[in-house]
């Protein structure tokens, strides 16, 4: 009689067939051992990408959450020695191709760029009413980024004035530390000469104020996109090329063992350091767009 019929018919002896037994209680243990391992990587990566996101997005709403944040060298250089290595490489490949040829592409950056505004304000939210961050960013990323894809232009507008205000905090900012340091040197001088004390408040241009420089910037570049389209999407997207790029290299140099204090003490030397390594290569890639991209889109 076969095995397996004499199986079917009777139970097999334990004397007889005594691999049987450890076979059938053996096998379903390998099987839930390799599922039970194979849930826990995909667990372990599952919460590796979280990771991830949560540092990218805690980042960026660290840094952002001043308009002036290119004149506040010490905290911004705090805040980027804490991205990751893969982060300030994507950063930096987005940056460049966003302002050398973001203008070909403006309604793939316009959406990435509110898609990544949605997300920030959903991961600050989340955080503000103790919901999932991830999920409330994910969520007002998708909708922001679904609102303006029928609204492009309407969407250029914001983010073009959105660009000025960014330009015009920081220069005030920055502008601002130059003509006050000027200002005090001055008065020290004065002094000196006089043999008198030098006033302890010298400032000229209050830097503290940053907010004007920013609505002048608003406005002017917020109404400049419904008169002249292109300015407006070259505009948004050399800024903020360059301002990616340049993130991205501070963070991949902090990460580079012995680089950062070098570096970290390059960039708070003064604060109009980091606005001009920002704003010069944007100039530069407005000029390239203006020079090399296509014919007018639409702004329909």
């Known amino acids: 009689m076969p095995l397996s019929t ?26 839930g051992g ?23 997005l805690n980042t960026g709403l660290s840094i952002f959450s001043r308009p002036d944040t ?3 060298p010490e905290q911004l250089t705090a805040q980027l020695a804490n991205l990751s290595t893969m982060w300030a490489l994507l950063l930096i490949v987005l940056g460049v191709v966003c302002l050398i040829n973001g203008y070909k592409y403006y309604k793939v950056a316009t959406l990435m760029a509110m898609v990544a505004i949605g997300s920030t304000v959903g991961f600050w939210l989340g ?5 999932p961050k991830i999920v409330m960013a994910a969520c007002l990323g998708v909708l922001l980024a679904v609102v303006a894809f029928p609204l492009i232009k309407y969407a250029v507008a914001v983010l073009g004035g959105l660009s000025g205000a960014f330009i015009g905090a920081n220069l005030w900012a920055g502008m601002a530390a ?23 408040n010298t400032d000229v241009m209050p830097g503290n ?10 406005v002017l570049f917020g109404l400049l996109a419904f008169i002249l389209f292109k300015l407006s999407i070259v505009l948004f ?12 290299v501070i963070a991949l140099l902090m990460d580079i063992d012995g ?9 708070k030397a003064h604060q109009l350091v980091v606005p001009l390594l920002v704003f010069v290569p944007a100039v530069i890639g407005f000029v390239l767009q203006e020079m090399w991209g296509p014919a007018q889109p639409k702004s329909e």
Do not use: C
Not at 40 to 48: C, E, I, K, M, P
Not at 209 to 217: C, K, R, T
Not at 237 to 248: D, K, N, P
């Open 6 to 31: 004499a199986l079917a018919v009777q139970p097999a002896h334990p004397l007889a067939y005594p691999h049987l037994p450890m076979l059938a209680q053996a096998g379903p243990a390998v099987d």
């Open 70 to 72: 290119l004149a506040q």
């Open 127 to 131: 955080g503000q009413i103790d919901a």
């Open 34 to 56: 390799a599922g039970a391992a194979g849930n826990a990587d995909l667990a372990v990566q599952s919460t590796g990408w979280i990771d991830r996101l949560d540092n990218l």
């Open 237 to 248: 997207t050399s800024v903020a090329g360059a301002t990616l790029a340049v993130f991205g």
């Open 259 to 267: 680089a950062a204090p070098q570096v970290v003490s390059g960039l």
């Open 209 to 218: 104020q940053y907010w004007i420089g920013a609505l002048i910037g608003l």
């Open 178 to 200: 130059a003509v006050n340091q000027a200002a005090a040197k001055q008065a020290a001088q004065e002094a000196a000469a006089a043999g008198t004390t030098a006033l302890a």
